[in-house]
């Protein structure tokens, strides 16, 4: 996945020859960058299933690797939060264009289309 995202970067700075990027693609370099700069989470422990006898148990160590167990599922400390999802141009332009008589309207629209996208 890192890998994917290095290379979306290097594609977008590189071979986009607009001068200057249009807001967007700055948007989406910034938000692939502060993805990449996240530390990956490790799991502390793994649920797995034995697949002979059907008992799960809780293991520090990934069963998959362990014979006689079927399934395994990473278990975390924390939850992995959401990755906040925000506006596409088309949003935004519908947002700006849209009913929107004043900056106020144009706030509101934002703040609710971005609600109903990340809740």
């Not at 986009?16 to 938000?31: F, S």
């Not at 009913?99 to 106020?104: I, L, N």
Request: overall charge negative; charged content about 30%.
């Amino acid at each position: 996945m890192k890998e994917a995202l290095k290379l979306a970067v290097d594609v977008l700075n590189e071979s986009w020859h607009l001068t200057p990027k249009p807001d967007y693609v700055r948007v989406a370099i910034t938000a692939i960058e502060a993805a990449l700069a996240q530390p990956v989470q490790e799991p502390v422990a793994w649920l797995t299933k034995n697949k002979f006898s059907n008992k799960v148990d809780l293991d520090e160590k990934n069963a998959k690797e362990t014979t006689g167990w079927s399934a395994a599922f990473p278990v975390y400390t924390i939850p992995q939060q959401r990755r906040w999802v925000g506006l596409t141009h088309d949003e935004r332009y519908e947002c700006v264009h849209g009913e929107s008589v004043d900056a106020w309207d144009i706030a509101e629209a934002v703040e609710t289309r971005l609600k109903w996208k990340n809740t």
